[in-house]
């Protein structure tokens, strides 16, 4: 009988041992501002983009997932942390999360995995955040040498390099989070799509010269989709995609006219696609509201590490019964906010979605609405925007809805997609306008959310230029 036992747990043993072998490795690529509806899967014909196409062959592919902020620095915080950006305290871009804040690779490192990053990091404080480093993935783009980081290239032979070393030693399961830089400005100079091609948005100005800068984002797109293909080939060619989750998103969408620095659709509606063999059937799609705070306690879960409680400790709540088939619902409401970046850029908003309402609202409207696209970055363009205002009415309109915000904006976004038409005074939408401000009241609370939008500058080493923390 002795020797029963004995036996039964040793079994017991190698089975638990065996269970941990095949916890899954984890890959998290990120896109550098990407607008879901630049791609083909979200209904771009234009953009050509085959390795994500077929990623999404093999994927889960979500079509109502959404960033906590349209800029960097808090939308990559929120992923990392499972904490909305007031919580966490990265909520202005270029600062960095509370002391004391636990982060994903922390978390996931305590539970015997390795952790690593690739590319961009825009996280702050790096002591926060245990991550192996992968040198030599980020390089000045050939030609650009010596113009600052904004002309950074990934560069992804040595992630094979650590691969094929992960694979050789065979041990720990692996987190690698994998961050581009594209399609974030600046975009290559000399497209490879042909001007008149390109789609132009309703929100924005037809121009000879937006056509060249639309030329150039679509480049950029097909650049990061050549990343995402080199990824997948290296995966597979050490012979490790069987078990890895390969999730793909962006932190939030591009530098455009009522993408990024807004809360509209287009800042902050992201793509997401996970690809886990063996638990999701590819070439599938799902239309429930998630977050990306949702992804630490996804991710810990899918790892098999329990997750923080929310909303106690954390605000993200796992959608792993989603992806398991079990649910095609997840949240009922999505919430985000927008403090600043820098000297400009420095009208705060916050929002409240479900999926067919959406209601906005500027905390400083006396602010004429401005960013880096305007102020200069985007000069080449936007100079014949104002031309154009001069003389067309779409133009005028357009122009009119990007420099100045009322203090409320209601919009239904099944009727209205582009958000044009400001449903907010209209008395027929007075219950739905109640509810949602109610909600977005309790949540700024719960939150500890009382800011006005001024700013004082602070340095907390995270990055040259700022960052500013917003009272």
Known sequence: ????????????????????????????????????????????????????DRLAGESLLFTHAFATSPTCSPSRASIHTGLMPFRNGAHANHSGIKDNVRTLPDYLKAAGYRVAIAGKYHLGPMKAYPFEMIHGTNVPEPGYEGKGELWTDLVLDPVDEWLSKVKKEGEDPFLLVV?????????????????SEVEIPSIHIDTDATRKARAQYYTDITKMDTNVGKLMEYLASNELLDNTVIIFTSDQGPQWAFGKW?????????????????????????????????????????AGVKAPKAPEQI?????????????????????????????????????????????????APEVKYTTHMDKGAHKDYWTTWDEMASQEEHARAVLWRYHYHPREELYDVVADPDEKKNLAFNPHYREIMEDLRNRLSEWRTQQGDAETGSFERKDSGLAPGGPYIFK
């Open 315 to 363: 605000d993200g709540t796992s959608f792993l019964p989603l992806l398991q088939g079990k649910t095609n619902r997840h949240r009922e409401y999505i919430y985000a906010s927008h403090t600043g970046d820098g000297d400009m850029n420095r009208t705060p908003i916050r929002m409240v979605r479900n999926k067919r309402y959406k209601y906005l609202l500027n905390l």
């Open 179 to 195: 961050n581009d830089h594209s399609p974030h400005v600046f975009w290559p100079e000399n497209p490879e799509y042909e001007a």
């Open 262 to 302: 807004s809360l509209y659709d287009y800042g902050i509606k992201v793509p997401m696609l996970v690809r886990w063999p063996g638990v999701i059937e590819g070439n599938t799609a799902t239309d429930a509201l998630v977050s990306l705070v949702d992804l630490l306690p996804t991710i810990m879960e899918m």
């Open 1 to 52: 009988m002795k020797y029963f036992y004995l036996l039964l747990l040793a079994t017991l043993v190698f089975i638990n041992e065996g269970e941990c072998q095949k916890r899954p490795n984890i890959v998290l690529f990120i896109a550098d501002d990407l607008g879901a509806i630049d791609i083909p899967l979200y209904g771009n014909p234009i953009v050509r983009t085959p390795n994500i």
